[in-house]
């Protein structure tokens, strides 16, 4: 076993996703969620709340970001690897990273809502991931057979400090999945509260115990 290992022991391990110590502090106080956070809680809703539901697809933030990176028939294998052409809703968690190396400040959720042949984007930080949201989009629409499809920025509710936006896109993401699960569409879906924001935390800790994590 290596020294890293005995350094940072696992905490859970869930499909395809491993949860260090390291992560789960994150969780225990004020910090930027990593992309093993948000990766594993898109795990948990593909396989477990949603997985009787096969009009959503949840697209993890490092899975986002080599769609960013990969060349077009690369791009165009990993969509149909997921199934993306024939999805009817996909979630992903955007950053403002364009680079091959790990990085970023900030995330944000992008939706594809093919019904309203619209890609709705949440930004919890005002307008500090537009940018990113419509390159990736023009990246992203020919491959997912959606090209004269449109980018929707929609007011949502903003983070109260420099920290929270892995949060933020946690708990929109639950609000839009519910709404979409409801009524199959986007469009419409009612605001977040901040007592959802700061009570996520205490939240995941307590599902990744459920699920035999170690905390």
């Not at 990085?103 to 930004?123: A, M, N, Q, Y």
């Amino acid at each position: 076993m290596s020294s890293y290992s005995h350094a940072d022991p696992i905490a859970l391990s869930f499909n395809e996703t491993c949860l260090r110590m390291s992560d789960i502090q994150l969780l225990q106080g004020p910090h930027w969620l990593n992309d093993q956070i948000i990766s594993f809680y898109y795990e948990y809703l593909e396989h477990v709340k949603y997985k009787n539901n096969p009009d959503l697809l949840f697209v993890p933030p490092e899975v986002a970001q080599c769609m960013k990176l990969t060349d077009d028939g690369e791009l165009e294998t990993l969509f149909n690897q997921l199934e993306a052409p024939k999805k009817p809703f996909i979630f992903f968690v955007l950053n403002d990273n364009d680079s091959t190396h790990a990085g970023g400040t900030h995330w944000s959720l992008l939706v594809f809502s093919r019904p309203e042949k619209t890609f709705f984007h949440f930004d919890s930080w005002g307008s500090s991931n537009t940018q990113a949201s419509h390159q990736f989009v023009q990246r992203i629409k020919d491959a997912l057979n959606c090209r004269n499809c449109h980018v929707k920025a929609i007011r949502c509710l903003q983070q109260a400090n420099g920290y929270d936006c892995g949060i933020h896109v946690i708990c929109m993401t639950d609000n839009i999945a519910d709404n979409v699960n409801r009524y199959e569409c986007v469009e419409g879906v009612g605001p977040l509260h901040h007592d959802i924001i700061s009570a996520k935390r205490s939240d995941l800790l307590k599902l990744i115990q459920s699920l035999g994590g170690k905390i």
